[in-house]
T-cell receptor
Framework: KNQVEQSPQSLIILEGKNCTLQ??????????LRWYKQDTGRGPVSLTI?????NTKSNGRYTATLDADTKQSSLHITASQLSDSASYIC????????FGGGTRLMVKP | GAVVSQHPSWVICKSGTSVKIECRSL??????MFWYRQFPKQSLMLMAT?????????EQGVEKDKFLINHASLTLSTLTVTSAHPEDSSFYIC?????????????FGEGSRLTVL
């Protein structure tokens, strides 16, 4: 069964600190993995999309990694800002799209 | 980047009425559109996938007669919640892809919040 599991479910950090969100998947075959940021009451916005051959991809203060062998991905946020408070969703594309449960991040001043 | 617009962004209706939500791709042709439902503090739940000119494919547990999806053109898909009940109150989001099956980049709408009284 295709599954995408994200951890932690929720996270609180202080402004300026770094954090790493995890995404483990069992989707097969694998096509790509996407990270989205969803502000409360808004639609998700794409952060990165990674294919099988990509190990690391950065988008500003966001850096995503992918280990296709262990089927793990991480999203690292550097020097967090209050505006980073949101849900982060990992989506894996195989024969179909499988969504993770998301990690709710709260950045406090 | 590509823009996907949803309308209305919020709607309140009486129980038993039907509500239509539109999803438009403003600057690209959306071969495939997806509809999701999201309850508070939960992740997106895929409801159905629609390809332009074809019948939508519904996820298990989603009633196709209750959630009518039409994808008549490459820039517009509609979701109609028929005979809405309070338990249908939720945040409905669409996403669109230029490539069939959503293999390309996915662009999400801003969501439509439905409240059924």
């Amino acid at each position: 069964k295709n599954q995408v599991e994200q951890s932690p479910q929720s996270l609180i950090i202080l402004e300026g600190k770094n954090c790493t969100l995890q995404c483990n998947y069992t989707v097969s075959p694998f096509s790509n993995l996407r990270w989205y940021k969803q502000d409360t009451g808004r639609g998700p916005v794409s952060l990165t999309i990674m294919t099988f051959s990509e190990n690391t991809k950065s988008n500003g203060r966001y850096t995503a990694t992918l280990d296709a062998d262990t089927k793990q991905s991480s999203l690292h946020i550097t020097a967090s800002q209050l505006s980073d408070s949101a849900s982060y969703i990992c989506v894996v594309r195989g024969n179909m799209l499988t969504f993770g449960g998301g990690t709710r991040l709260m950045v406090k001043p | 980047g590509a823009v996907v617009s949803q309308h209305p962004s919020w709607v309140i209706c009486k129980s038993g009425t039907s509500v239509k939500i539109e999803c438009r791709s403003l600057d690209f042709q959306a071969t495939t559109m997806f509809w999701y439902r999201q309850f508070p503090k939960q992740s997106l739940m895929l409801m159905a996938t629609s390809n332009e000119g074809s019948k939508a494919t519904y996820e298990q547990g989603v009633e196709k007669d209750k959630f009518l999806i039409n994808h008549a053109s490459l820039t517009l898909s509609t979701l109609t919640v028929t005979s809405a009940h309070p338990e249908d109150s939720s945040f409905y989001i669409c996403s669109a892809s230029q490539l069939a099956g959503g293999t390309g980049e996915l662009f999400f709408g801003e969501g439509s919040r439905l409240t059924v009284l």
